[in-house]
């Protein structure tokens, strides 16, 4: 009989479906049916369309008359008791492979569970404020592009919102600070906050100990965690602390009461909460006073209703003119009212906690998303490459009785204690990683924090899917071997077919990617602390002091220790802290950013000179009569940019200018830079109140506790600091130091686990092909013409992870990259293939070896095992 032509035989994969579910007893008869009603459509119409109705008849077919009604398999306890010792032994009998596996699986769930943890954050933003019509306050201020949102503005406001409109129940200013306590001799920074009384009513946080009655000046409410922190078991309520904010004593306060567990995903993260009437008296502001100061300022209402959103956001627009002209440089176009429980925009400025951004989200995703991959990868590839072993156990589990399904269900049930055995492992590591992430942000969040029923939930899922995955593809490798066939010896593990090619490309080339995303962000790491930021930033100390008398005497003291290189003094610092002047050239009047600062300060600071010269130290014509700008200002206002010996009229004092600076970065690298205009005034010495001290190169804990020492000799108030480099830069370094922490770790776990798997891969290849290796030998093959045919699928599949891994290790890092900095190392194309090169051939080493083992023994002893 002729074989059918194959362009006129139904679809194979149909076919074999129809074959699984159709009773013995009718499989002939409704096969020969559905082929001959195929081969009618064939004849008279198109391949396609009679593909597509032989498919639809084989579903059509799936009735009771046609579904085989004995497949129901035991599930009693005797069954479940036997798959679990089965599991266990294959479990002790492969320790290394399953360890790994556990190893690489915990990973990659404990990735995935913290990427839901960052979900749920930003999810359950602010859900713990239960209260109703609630609104955030938020300026719309012209910047760059177009309108930026600002979650600050003037004090005054929450006084005209509260008087002068029924709508408004309630109006709350809030201030984030870093403030130190005192309690006794010791002295703790603290992040402290100020907030208006009503702040306890509008937001009802739940008190452990004391009353919300009488929130008055001089009282302050703290947080469970930092109470315990300052009196351990005592009962805080009642005890009184010192408080010193800008270097500056306040009277003392005692405390009101203790909150509750506070979410750290909240708008306001606070270890302690102060009455704002306290900084308005000690610093003698006046709630009337439209002007900001330095002092940034959340507002929050609450509504009598919902419908008086809109009223109220009118009647604070003839407050805009008050505002702008009390704030210049601060001008708002309007005002806007957010719900407090809306999505937070990305776009919002505030000084509060902010929502993780979704492009941060989303790269944190990726790197879950990519060890996942690689850890599913190497459970399958191991597995399916361990079945080789354990081909006889299933021809005589077959005979004995199991049927197929059963050994499918006995090998997802191995790969469902792995998962289990797996998130246990992750457990341990999911707060670790959230700490480490979170840190770039100065947060912190952890599991515990999170609605567990949720958590609960999508663990429960997730490990089911990823066993499912993982399990399906040994699981079907292994149901349909033909106990007759193995137990007669003709049936041995098969090679490589496509989808163990893909796979072990898909991983390898995933290792090489996340190896090369690592090594680029610790490079970009180190570029950022290289930058030229226009001046020296490195091992520079900057204390806060009161005068020039506090700086002499600190001077006097540090000068003479080991670790000092050199000390200065000035009244502003670089980066952040300055003044704003009004200036007067010509006809021309507008404001710019002056910095008053000492004699010599800028050329001690690395600052470079474009023309002219610093300040000289203790000179009163400097002081009186001189000024520095930085070259952008030159190019604005003078032609030419011919600023040297020019006369600028600085606060009403006319000045001549004795210096021009070259442009230096005060923002960080997150944007495009764009000069600022820059003046700088001299102050005498008695004005010096930051002491600049300048190490060797020390460890900073190492001086911060020799400085901390000599300053509790000298005064009793605590000491302020803070690293120069730390304070300009430190969240940008930080961040990328994080970011190539997280990727490097990733990258040894998926080298390790691929570097496993392709030792898996080459096991299984030497097993197949033993009698052959044995037969070459005999008939006089030499080593390296035995090497060359073993090796030849491992350096097809490396050399195609090769290419793929260094262009997904070029454009990976980049991209995310791109997402966070403007300026960022450049990824170079010649070390991406120096280093691809070097995992290929270490791994092609591993495969050497492996494959030498039998290629060096006794070819009689292969010959007898077959």
Not at 215 to 235: S, W
Not at 268 to 290: K, M, V
Request: glycine share 6%; proline share 3%.
């Amino acid at each position: 009989m002729e074989p059918l032509d194959p362009d006129y035989q139904p679809p194979k994969w149909a076919y074999r479906i129809f074959k699984w579910y159709c009773r013995s007893d009718r499989f002939e008869e409704l096969s020969g049916d559905l082929e001959e009603v195929y081969q009618i459509r064939r004849e008279n119409g198109s391949k396609w369309r009679a593909n597509v109705q032989y498919c639809w008849n084989v579903l059509r077919c799936c009735k009771s008359y046609a579904r085989k009604t004995d497949y129901k398999m035991d599930t009693s306890g005797a069954l479940i008791k036997s798959f679990f010792k089965l599991s266990l032994r294959h479990i002790a009998k492969n320790k290394g492979y399953v360890a790994l596996n556990v190893f690489g699986l915990g990973f990659a769930l404990a990735f995935c569970i913290v990427s839901y943890m960052i979900y749920g954050f930003n999810r359950e933003f602010d859900s713990v404020y239960t209260g109703e019509n609630i609104y955030r306050v938020h300026a719309m201020r012209p910047g760059v592009e177009g309108l930026d949102r600002w979650e600050m503005s003037s004090l005054a406001l929450e006084e005209v919102l509260v008087n002068d409109h029924s709508g408004v129940k309630h109006a709350v200013s809030y201030l984030a600070a870093n403030i130190s306590i005192g309690k006794g001799k010791y002295y703790i920074p603290s992040a402290l906050s100020f907030a208006s009384p009503s702040f306890l009513k509008v937001f009802d946080l739940p008190l452990k100990y004391g009353s919300k009655e009488n929130f008055d000046l001089h009282g302050i409410y703290l947080t469970e965690a930092y109470a315990a922190k300052l009196f351990g078991d005592e009962m805080p309520v009642g005890k009184r602390l010192s408080v010193y904010y800008y270097g500056r004593k306040f009277p003392d306060v005692h405390v009101l009461g203790v909150f509750e567990k506070i979410p750290n995903n909240s708008s306001f993260a606070f270890e302690g909460l102060l009455n704002i009437e306290t900084l308005l008296t000690y610093f003698e502001l006046d709630r009337s006073d439209w002007e900001m100061h330095s002092f940034q300022f959340g507002q929050y209402v609450q509504l009598t209703s919902s419908d008086q959103k809109v009223p109220v956001e009118d009647f604070m627009e003839q407050y805009l003119a008050p505002h702008n002209e009390a704030n210049p440089n601060k001008k708002i176009e309007r005002f806007e009212l957010t719900p407090l429980h809306n999505p937070i925009a990305e776009t919002t400025i505030s000084y509060g906690n902010m929502p993780v951004e979704t492009n941060e989200f989303l790269i944190f995703c990726t790197m879950a998303v990519l060890i996942l991959i690689v850890a599913c990868f190497n459970l399958a590839n191991t597995n399916v490459a361990l079945i080789s072993s354990r081909v006889k156990e299933i021809g005589v589990r077959k005979t004995i009785g199991s049927s197929s399904r059963m050994i499918f269900v006995q090998f997802i049930f191995e790969t469902l204690i792995i998962m289990i055995l797996a998130f246990v492992f992750s457990l341990s590591l999911i707060n670790i990683i959230s700490e480490e992430f979170l840190s770039i942000r100065n947060q912190q969040f952890l599991l515990t924090d999170l609605d567990m029923t949720g958590v609960l939930t999508f663990v429960f899922l997730f490990m089911l899917a990823v066993t499912i995955i993982t399990g399906l593809v040994p699981a079907l490798y292994a149901h349909k071997f033909k106990p007759v066939t193995i137990l007669n010896h003709r049936l041995t593990a098969k090679g490589f077919g496509l989808t163990h090619y893909v796979l072990a490309i898909f991983q390898y080339s995933l290792s090489i990617a996340i190896l090369l995303a690592g090594l680029t962000f610790m490079q970009n790491a180190d570029f950022l602390k290289e930058q030229d930021y226009g001046y020296d930033t490195e091992n520079l100390m900057i204390i806060r002091v009161k005068d020039g008398n506090e700086y002499a005497q600190l001077k006097t003291a540090l000068d003479e220790k080991l670790f000092t290189k050199e000390t200065f003094g000035s009244y502003h610092y670089l980066v952040g802290y300055s003044h704003e002047a009004n200036i007067k050239i010509d006809e021309l009047a507008t404001e710019v950013n002056n910095y008053k600062v000492a004699g010599a300060f800028l050329n001690k600071m690395g600052v470079t000179f474009a023309e002219g010269r610093d300040f000289r130290e203790s000179s009163q014509q400097d002081i009186s009569d001189h000024v520095i700008v930085n070259q952008y200002f030159a190019e604005q206002y003078f032609v030419g940019g011919e600023a040297l010996n020019k006369k600028i009229t600085v606060d009403g004092e006319d000045k001549t200018v004795i210096g021009v600076i070259n442009n230096f970065r005060d923002d960080e690298l997150y944007s495009d830079y764009e000069p600022t205009l820059l003046i700088f005034t001299a102050v005498p010495e008695i004005e010096k109140d930051h002491f600049f001290l300048r190490t060797n190169g020390e460890p900073h804990h190492e001086v911060y506790a020799q400085v901390e020492e000599v300053w509790a000799e000298l005064f009793e108030r605590p000491m302020v600091y803070h690293w120069q480099h730390d304070y300009a830069y430190s969240s940008m370094i930080e961040g990328s130091e994080q970011l190539a922490n997280i990727f490097m770790w990733l990258s040894i776990i998926a080298f390790v686990l691929s570097i496993v798997s392709i030792m898996a891969m080459a096991s299984l290849h030497v097993n197949r092909r033993t009698k052959e290796i044995c037969i070459r030998k005999v008939l006089g093959a030499n080593a390296s013409q035995i090497l060359s045919f073993v090796n030849r699928p491992f350096i097809k599949i490396l050399g195609a992870a090769f290419m793929l891994g260094i262009l997904m290790g070029y454009f990976l890092p980049d991209a995310i990259l791109s997402t966070i900095y403007l300026n960022y190392i450049e990824i170079s194309w010649i070390q991406s293939v120096l280093i691809g090169l070097g995992i290929v051939s270490f791994a092609l080493f591993v495969v050497y070896i492996t494959v030498m083992r039998p290629v060096r023994a006794n070819p009689t002893e292969g010959l007898r095992s077959e």
